[in-house]
């Protein structure tokens, strides 16, 4: 119907004017941190015009081969791309982060105002963490939603999507599946956003709030790796897709892998747990009896005791090639990689050959994985 108005107009001579494209956090992140290297990408509207392009260019002529690696590989400065620029500019001078949207508080939605404070303090440490400790900063703002319910978070949920300014979205099975729980937690992540319900409390007091650092931290910590990880290949926001899908294919048992890799790194810095010895873990990673061809092709979610086994995958990598190697995964995927492309440059394999080489491993009597590991470190 609409192509036909603007037809009609343009037959009957009259002016149709586009409406204005809708301005980008991330593009105008872009812009204030080329000026702030002293460059005039015009003003900070959002848009990437003529100014902004050219004062990009600048920017990259005047570094020259003291670029770093990181930004030579990202592709050119597009809307699609700001996400990516805005978020690792800051390695050219420390002061550029101030202009992270990320930077801004996170868009909190929780059916009690201690849950709020409890939700608010652990991201912010978890945000100290991932950019100090692990080198992962992320662009984006996020948004956070808990609830003890399944009907209170369908209503978080509602609201959090309206303070986000997305379209309305449906998330009935997703919130059933994590809601609806007698005790613990369930988390539950998308591009740009996660959830977490857990059983209801008898009280939320200041009692509670010193408790959730021990386990809500940690909670927050993996399903920010799960918002890392989409922003990272390209699908930071839920623009165009059903939120309940993610549109990037890839291992998922790397994905929860590393998320717990880095929820236990979290645990251990902030004094609340060691890392599990890899012998334990090993021992676990067998017990769930699941195989890890399985878990990649699993494409919703994996059952308790398959994280152990995802867990237990990604420390070996970790042990072979280093946690460098492990996240450099989704950033090659974010280069223009295809997820096996990016499997293989990352671990020099394909993810096939390692999912049976991890088979032969749990199932090679009582050898000692400690010791498989660092003789394969060897070769």
Known sequence: ??????????????????????????VECVQRQLAGLGLDPGPADGLVGPKTRQAWRQ????????????????????????VHWCRELPVLRYSLKQYLPSRQAPVVQAQDSLVEAALRINHSKVMTFMTRDMGMPMATRPGIAAASSASAMTRQMKQLVRQLGWRPVRFTKPIQRACTIERGYSAKAFPGMFFICWAQESAYDEDWLKSSYRWLGPVIAHEYVHLWQAEVTGEYGLRKRHPAVWGKEGVLWLDEGAAELVREKFLDAHGYAKPERMEVLRWKARASGSRLRDLREERKSLSYEAYDLAHYAARVLAARHGEDAVFSYWRKQGAGLSWRRAFEESFGLPVEQFEDEIGEMLGAGDARPGKEISKRKKL
């Open 1 to 26: 119907m609409i192509l036909v108005l603007r037809l009609a107009a343009a037959v009957l001579g009259l002016a149709v004017q586009a409406a204005p494209a809708a301005a980008d956090p991330f």
């Open 59 to 82: 920017m990259k002529e005047e570094q020259g081969e003291r670029l770093p690696a990181g930004l030579q590989a990202l592709p050119p400065l597009s809307r699609a791309e700001a």
